[in-house]
């Protein structure tokens, strides 16, 4: 649930997820799975990392990146809304909708992005300050290759040892349905928000010194 959070001195709204500082640092990820080269176009990644504003700011900094949509999944149409999901009494997770170029950036890289900086994918039901299945992590695959990549993956990582803990990433199904107005490109809108300040800024930090490469 959303609550207020006393960080540095700052009365925070807890809307968003945790410090970067909750990643592996440098520990050495292995490559995602590998790909066919594709041609330019669209295609969609559907993601889940706790509160949709840092999930949102991170992947907006991607090459690559053509739009990103902050919503809901695993839920009815009837309760996405944020005053519902909030209850925590719906399946509903807060998502982010990502329309991405294929031929500049992979699902595989996108995916690497998502585990490394984004979230700290080993938290259950919950990224920091928030606590709720509405903020859990979760994997919403568009196409059978999306699945079987990121079952593919989070066994590497397993395997590999990156994370202290086991990965909860879960790969699910269901609907995307956007969310309110005021929640889209909030750290675009808001960046010296208290909050923005707190927990997401240095994740984008992170992803322009891990990934250089993919970072705009």
Same mark, same amino acid.
């Given at each position: 649930?959303?609550?207020?959070?006393?960080?540095?001195?700052?009365?925070?709204?807890?809307?968003?997820?945790?410090?970067?500082?909750?990643?592996? *640092? +440098? !520990?050495?990820?292995?490559?995602?799975?590998?790909? %066919?080269?594709?041609?330019?176009?669209?295609?969609?990644?559907?993601?889940?990392? *706790?509160?949709?504003?840092?999930? &949102?700011?991170?992947?907006?900094?991607? !090459?690559?990146?053509?739009?990103?949509?902050?919503?809901?999944?695993?839920?009815?149409?009837?309760?996405? +809304?944020? &005053?519902?999901?909030?209850?925590?009494?719906? +399946?509903?997770? =807060?998502?982010?909708?990502?329309?991405?170029?294929?031929?500049?950036?992979?699902?595989?890289?996108?995916? =690497?992005?998502?585990?490394?900086?984004?979230?700290?994918?080993?938290?259950?039901?919950?990224?920091? %300050?928030? =606590? *709720?299945?509405?903020? #859990?992590?979760?994997?919403?695959?568009?196409?059978?290759?999306?699945?079987?990549?990121?079952?593919?993956?989070?066994?590497?990582? +397993?395997?590999? $040892?990156?994370?202290?803990?086991?990965?909860?990433?879960?790969?699910?199904? *269901?609907?995307?349905?956007?969310?309110?107005?005021?929640?889209?490109?909030?750290?675009? #809108? $808001?960046?010296? $928000?208290?909050?923005?300040? #707190?927990?997401?800024?240095?994740?984008?930090?992170?992803?322009?010194?891990?990934?250089?490469?993919?970072? !705009?």
């Amino acid at each position: 649930m959303r609550r207020f959070v006393i960080t540095a001195g700052l009365a925070l709204l807890a809307a968003c997820n945790g410090p970067a500082s909750a990643q592996p *640092g +440098n !520990k050495p990820f292995p490559a995602p799975p590998a790909e %066919p080269a594709q041609a330019a176009g669209k295609a969609v990644a559907v993601l889940s990392g *706790g509160c949709f504003w840092g999930m &949102e700011g991170v992947f907006e900094h991607v !090459k690559g990146v053509k739009s990103v949509v902050a919503g809901y999944d695993g839920g009815t149409a009837a309760q996405a +809304n944020y &005053e519902t999901v909030s209850t925590e009494t719906t +399946n509903h997770a =807060e998502t982010v909708r990502i329309t991405y170029d294929p031929a500049v950036v992979s699902y595989g890289r996108l995916l =690497e992005i998502y585990f490394a900086v984004a979230h700290d994918p080993t938290q259950v039901n919950g990224q920091y %300050p928030d =606590e *709720g299945r509405s903020y #859990r992590s979760a994997i919403w695959p568009q196409t059978p290759q999306q699945r079987e990549l990121a079952q593919q993956y989070i066994a590497a990582l +397993n395997q590999a $040892h990156v994370f202290a803990k086991p990965i909860a990433t879960k790969l699910e199904s *269901g609907t995307f349905y956007p969310a309110e107005e005021y929640h889209q490109h909030f750290m675009q #809108r $808001h960046p010296d $928000h208290p909050y923005i300040l #707190r927990w997401d800024v240095e994740r984008v930090a992170h992803l322009k010194s891990r990934f250089p490469q993919y970072y !705009k």
